[in-house]
């Protein structure tokens, strides 16, 4: 039971990381993009393979937003996807929990 608690607890920190990351998206999309990075710029291959899950998923969907659609919907479609991250993540807790 320890193993899939474990795998239940990395999936939870990457998607936290993931809706942190997206309400950064949210707020400015340069720091997003500046953050992003800002990790990536010094590492090698393999640390930006390592960061990929923890911030690569929200900063590749948002730049595609934002490159798509206008400032006011990108935000709207941001915010979308925070909440259904967070929603993912209510759910985990459930799982976590019982």
Do not use: Q
């Amino acid at each position: 039971m320890g193993f899939l608690e474990t795998i239940y607890f990395v999936i939870g920190a990457i998607l936290f990381t993931n809706f942190f990351y997206a309400l950064l998206y949210l707020l400015s999309r340069s720091a997003g993009e500046w953050l992003f990075n800002g990790f990536c710029k010094y590492s090698d291959c393999l640390g930006g393979l390592l960061l990929f899950p923890l911030m690569g998923f929200t900063s590749v969907l948002a730049e595609h937003i934002y490159d798509r659609f206008n400032w006011f919907v990108a935000r709207l479609l941001i915010l979308l996807y925070a909440l259904l991250l967070l929603f993912i993540l209510f759910f985990l807790l459930i799982i976590l929990v019982s």
